[in-house]
């Protein structure tokens, strides 16, 4: 998905669902890379591609009555067939010690020069490489709105290994040519419920992340939220990409705050990054905690009882240091009410001074030389990030201003249904 805005300011993610959300009919796609494609509408027939023929299954017609499911992870728990990697929780790989270290994120993506292309901000990365991290080499399933030129898949499978297993979801049906043995692709629309409901009920019955790189829309955000959560698994992570501008807070961050106070015996921590909300659930790894990483430092006057005491606090914090707010007598940070005072309280974060295309409008074409960029808002130039756990608020201190940029890479790009270019 698109990382960027317009210059002018409008979500440049919007870009994919402008045409293909118009008149877009629900649809399951599976691939089978060599032998064509076979869609299903909702009418439950299984017309033929352009282009493509239908391949037979099994040296026979084609059955109008099911979707062909070549590309599909083997579903678990008893449900269809088993995967032995996930025969106890999910299998782990044991490293042979002769192999190359593992890449981080950021590394992978800067690494990236040629083939699918992939556009994230770099805070985005990082966030990821943290929250992350105990899915490493493990039986994950992933699922992503929003795969666009395909260059994100590769780095799931790369950064994550061998054993994850991709689920892309996408309004262009172009996207069906990613569909692999390890990468499974639906044509559908995030914004429909109806979708997510046949998506966990055919495709996989659950995942262990989800990453909402879609059209950036407030509904579309909240529809997303509510239809994965359900079957997110335990200790999952679910992430909304690209949260540009002030604006969001009535439409998402309000309601989202409702959601997840509502449901909060599942959550385990609320993470805010600049253009990025992560959300950890409980049940499986601890959740994103920067006070237990070593060397971690709280300055004396940055240990807090109150959010008036919150801005002095910061003000003074040493670069790198923590702040952090406790108070017992709150209960449980993740409340309703309490979600949505931290949401609006840290909204500036979301809301840089200016956002800009290097080279100007690179954002609207298909270019693979072009990056996104942020003049820092006073709020992101102080705050590198905050995490609202059950008993406290932690909020990370930069060590210098944040550079937050998202930097095209690879060579191959996908022009999206949109008359924007």
Same mark, same amino acid.
């Given at each position: 998905?698109?990382?960027?805005?317009?210059?002018?300011?409008?979500?440049?993610?919007?870009?994919?669902?402008?045409?293909?959300?118009?008149?877009?009919?629900? /649809?399951?796609?599976?691939?089978?890379?060599?032998?064509?494609?076979? +869609?299903?509408? &909702?009418?439950?027939?299984?017309?033929?591609?352009?282009?493509?023929?239908?391949?037979?299954?099994?040296?026979?017609?084609?059955?109008?009555?099911?979707?062909?499911?070549?590309?599909?992870?083997?579903?678990?728990?008893?449900?269809?067939? /088993? *995967?032995?990697? =996930?025969?106890?929780?999910?299998?782990?790989?044991?490293? *042979?010690?002769?192999?190359?270290?593992?890449?981080?994120?950021?590394?992978?993506?800067?690494?990236?020069? !040629?083939?699918?292309?992939? #556009?994230?901000?770099?805070?985005?990365?990082?966030?990821?490489?943290? %929250?992350?991290?105990?899915?490493?080499?493990?039986?994950?399933?992933?699922?992503?709105?929003?795969? #666009?030129?395909?260059?994100?898949?590769?780095?799931?499978?790369?950064?994550?290994?061998?054993?994850?297993?991709?689920?892309?979801?996408?309004?262009?049906?172009?996207?069906?040519?990613?569909?692999?043995?390890?990468?499974?692709?639906?044509?559908?629309?995030?914004?429909?419920?109806?979708?997510?409901?046949?998506?966990?009920?055919?495709?996989?019955?659950?995942?262990?992340?989800?990453?909402?790189?879609?059209?950036?829309?407030?509904?579309?955000?909240?529809? &997303?939220? !509510?239809?994965?959560?359900?079957?997110?698994?335990?200790?999952?992570?679910?992430?909304?990409?690209?949260?540009?501008?002030?604006?969001?807070?009535?439409?998402?961050?309000?309601?989202?705050?409702?959601?997840?106070?509502?449901?909060?015996?599942?959550? =385990?921590?609320?993470?805010?990054?600049?253009?990025? +909300?992560?959300? %950890?659930?409980?049940?499986?790894?601890?959740?994103?905690?920067? !006070?237990?990483?070593?060397?971690?430092?709280?300055?004396?006057?940055?240990?807090?009882?109150?959010?008036?005491?919150?801005?002095?606090?910061?003000?003074? =914090?040493?670069?790198?240091?923590?702040?952090?707010?406790?108070?017992?007598?709150?209960?449980?940070?993740?409340?309703?009410?309490?979600?949505?005072?931290?949401?609006?309280?840290?909204?500036?974060? %979301? /809301?840089?001074?200016?956002?800009?295309?290097?080279?100007?409008?690179?954002?609207?074409?298909?270019?693979?030389?072009?990056?996104?960029?942020?003049?820092?808002?006073?709020?992101?130039?102080?705050?590198?990030?905050?995490?609202?756990?059950?008993?406290?608020?932690?909020?990370?201190?930069?060590?210098?201003?944040?550079?937050?940029?998202?930097?095209? %890479?690879?060579?191959?790009?996908?022009?999206?249904?949109?008359?924007?270019?």
């Amino acid at each position: 998905a698109q990382a960027g805005c317009a210059s002018g300011g409008f979500p440049l993610g919007l870009l994919k669902t402008i045409r293909g959300m118009v008149g877009l009919k629900l /649809a399951l796609v599976a691939v089978a890379a060599a032998s064509g494609i076979l +869609l299903r509408d &909702t009418n439950g027939t299984a017309p033929q591609k352009q282009g493509k023929t239908t391949a037979p299954v099994n040296g026979s017609a084609p059955s109008t009555s099911k979707v062909l499911e070549v590309g599909k992870a083997p579903r678990r728990g008893g449900e269809g067939q /088993a *995967n032995p990697a =996930a025969s106890v929780g999910r299998a782990r790989m044991t490293l *042979n010690s002769r192999q190359e270290p593992a890449l981080s994120f950021p590394e992978y993506v800067d690494g990236v020069t !040629t083939g699918r292309g992939i #556009w994230k901000w770099n805070n985005a990365l990082e966030a990821y490489e943290r %929250h992350l991290e105990s899915f490493k080499q493990t039986s994950v399933r992933v699922g992503e709105v929003g795969v #666009w030129s395909g260059g994100s898949i590769l780095m799931w499978q790369t950064v994550l290994g061998p054993l994850c297993h991709v689920f892309g979801l996408d309004i262009a049906e172009e996207s069906v040519k990613f569909a692999d043995g390890r990468t499974t692709i639906t044509i559908g629309d995030q914004g429909d419920p109806a979708m997510w409901q046949n998506f966990f009920s055919t495709v996989t019955p659950s995942l262990e992340v989800l990453v909402d790189d879609g059209g950036h829309t407030a509904p579309l955000m909240m529809t &997303t939220t !509510t239809s994965v959560w359900p079957h997110l698994a335990p200790g999952g992570v679910l992430a909304i990409e690209d949260i540009h501008g002030a604006h969001y807070l009535e439409p998402f961050f309000k309601p989202v705050a409702q959601f997840y106070g509502q449901n909060a015996a599942e959550v =385990a921590g609320v993470h805010i990054y600049p253009y990025l +909300l992560l959300v %950890h659930k409980t049940g499986g790894a601890t959740a994103v905690d920067p !006070t237990r990483r070593p060397g971690a430092s709280v300055a004396p006057g940055s240990h807090i009882s109150t959010m008036a005491e919150i801005a002095t606090a910061v003000d003074n =914090a040493p670069p790198g240091s923590l702040v952090v707010l406790e108070n017992a007598g709150w209960g449980n940070f993740l409340n309703p009410q309490g979600l949505a005072y931290f949401f609006e309280y840290f909204n500036e974060l %979301h /809301a840089p001074a200016a956002m800009y295309d290097t080279p100007e409008g690179c954002s609207h074409t298909a270019d693979p030389v072009c990056a996104t960029k942020s003049t820092n808002s006073p709020m992101q130039n102080k705050i590198k990030g905050v995490h609202i756990l059950v008993n406290k608020c932690v909020i990370e201190i930069p060590t210098a201003a944040p550079v937050i940029e998202a930097v095209r %890479h690879g060579s191959k790009w996908v022009k999206y249904p949109t008359d924007h270019y």
